[in-house]
DNA sequence: GGCGCATCATTGCGGCAGCATTGCGGGAAC
DNA sequence: GTTCCCGCAATGCTGCCGCAATGATGCGCC
C-alpha cells in the first residue's frame, strides 16, 4: 500500500512518515502543493494525506484535480485548523475525512483503515448477453447503456431466460415465472409474450434471440 | 433520501430527526439494536447513523450484520464515548465515520454529505440533466443559476430519479425513498407527486421528462 | 416422398388494469 | 390567520395482455 503524504512541516512529516512506514505503508513525500500535483500523476496511491497549510498555497485546491480524475482515491484532510467551519469546509471540499491537529497516530491509521476498507464491492449483478445488459437488481434491460423498455410479462419472461442463458428453460418454468397460482392461463398467452419479445430484440438488434426447442421449453442464445 | 437513525435517547432522536428533515431527508428511527436489526431488512436507506449505547447492547454489534449484505451502505457511530480507544474501536468495525457527542448538527451533516458523496467515488455532487441541475449535497435543484424549488416529497421523487438517470426506478424503489415506514399511504399520492412534478418540469423547460414504464417504474430521460 | 397431426409462431382485437390528471379539504408550518 | 403542501378520490385514457384464429414448421408413419 502505497500512501502519497502532502506535508510541508518537516519534523511532522517524518513522524508519520516512519509511523505509517512500521505498518508497512509505503509512503511518498510531497512538502509542496507543486511536488503534489506531480506525484498524483503518476497514479500509484491508494490514499493521500492533505495538510492544508503548505507554502505554495491550501492544500484543499488540490482536491478538484484528484476527484476530475475519478479514480476515487480517498483523501483525509489533516490540518491545524479545527473549527467547526473548517472542518465543513474540508468534508465539503470532496475530501473523505478530515483530522484536526494534533491527533493520535492510533487515529489517523484507524481511519486510514476505514477509508480503504470502503471500495467494498458494489457489484450490481447484472449479466450479459450481446449487445443486451440485464440489471436483476433494478429490473431493467439495456443496449448500449439505452433503457430497452419492455412491458412486465415481457420483461419477466427475458429475465427468465437470460438467467439461464444458453441452457433450455422448460415451458413450465417460464408460465411460473410469468404467472402466480391466481392466475389462470387458458391460452397461449405465453406464446404470445416470446413472440412480441422475438420482434422487439430483433427490432433493436439485440444480439441474441429466442430459440423454441419443440415439446419442452425455450433457450437464449447469442447470435453468430 | 432515507436514514435509519439508531439512537434510544428520545429528546437526542427529535432533535436529529428534526435536524435531518430540515434537510429534506426521510428519517426512520430505530430506539433498539431489535428494531434497528428489523429496519435494516427493508434495505431502503442510503445511510445510518449509529448510537453505540443502546438498550439492548453496543450498537457496533450490528456493522458485522449490515456488513454481511456488503450492500456498502455506509455507517456513522455517534457516541459518547469520546476516548481514543473508542474511536478507533468504531472504525476498526467498520463505521465509515465517527462522531463523539456533544457535537454541531452542522457537523453531523457535513460528515453525512462526504460519506453520501463517497459510494459514487467518481460520480460528483452535482448532477446535470438537459438544463436542470441538481446538487446533492445541499439537495436543492437548479435551472440556469435560478433555484428550482421544489415541495419536500416533489424533491425526493426528482432526486432518486435523477440519480439514476436514465434508467429506470422501480415504483416501490421510489416509494421507498419518499416515505418512510411510520407513513402508511393507501393512495395514488405518488402518482400525484409525479403529475406535480412533470408539469413543473414543463413549465419551467427543464430539458428533462419523466417517462412512466407501465408495471414496472419511471425513468427520468432528457428531451430531444 | 406424401400425408396428417401436433406444436409453435404470428397477428388483430377487445376488455380492463394501471396510470395521468385535477379539484378538494385537512393540517402543518410560520 | 394565512399559506401551501400533501393525501385522497373521481375521472378519463392509454396500452398491456389474454384470447382466438390463422398460418408455419416439425415429426412420425405409411
Not at 419479445?197 to 419442452?216: F, P, Q, S, T, Y
Request: hydrophobic residues 45%; contains cysteine.
Amino acid at each position: 500500500m502505497r500512501i502519497l503524504l502532502v506535508e510541508d512541516e518537516a519534523e511532522m512529516a517524518a513522524a508519520l512518515s516512519s509511523a505509517l512506514k512500521r505498518y508497512d505503508m509505503v509512503v511518498d513525500h510531497a512538502p509542496t502543493l507543486a511536488d503534489a500535483e506531480e506525484a498524483i500523476c503518476a497514479d500509484v496511491h491508494v490514499a493521500i494525506l492533505l495538510d492544508r497549510q503548505l507554502p505554495d498555497g491550501d492544500g484543499l485546491k488540490l482536491i478538484p484535480k484528484l476527484r476530475a480524475r475519478a479514480d476515487g482515491v480517498p483523501i483525509i484532510v489533516l490540518t491545524a485548523r479545527g473549527e467547526l467551519a473548517d472542518r465543513i469546509a474540508g468534508l465539503d471540499s470532496g475530501a473523505d475525512d478530515y483530522l484536526a491537529k494534533p491527533f493520535a497516530v492510533e487515529e489517523l491509521l484507524a481511519r486510514l483503515r476505514a477509508v480503504l476498507r470502503r471500495p467494498a464491492g458494489l457489484s450490481p449483478d447484472v449479466i450479459r448477453a450481446g449487445r443486451l445488459v440485464f440489471d436483476l437488481g433494478h429490473r431493467e434491460a439495456s443496449i448500449d447503456g439505452q433503457p430497452f423498455e419492455l412491458p412486465r410479462r415481457e420483461l419477466l419472461v427475458l429475465e427468465a431466460l437470460i438467467r439461464r442463458m444458453g441452457r433450455t428453460v422448460l415451458r413450465t418454468a417460464l408460465e411460473e415465472a410469468v404467472y402466480n397460482f391466481d392466475d389462470e392461463i387458458q391460452s397461449n398467452a405465453l406464446d404470445t409474450h416470446i413472440s412480441r419479445l422475438r420482434r422487439k430484440l430483433a427490432d433493436a438488434n439485440a444480439g441474441v434471440e429466442i430459440h423454441g426447442i419443440r415439446g419442452v421449453g425455450y433457450l437464449l442464445k447469442k447470435l453468430p
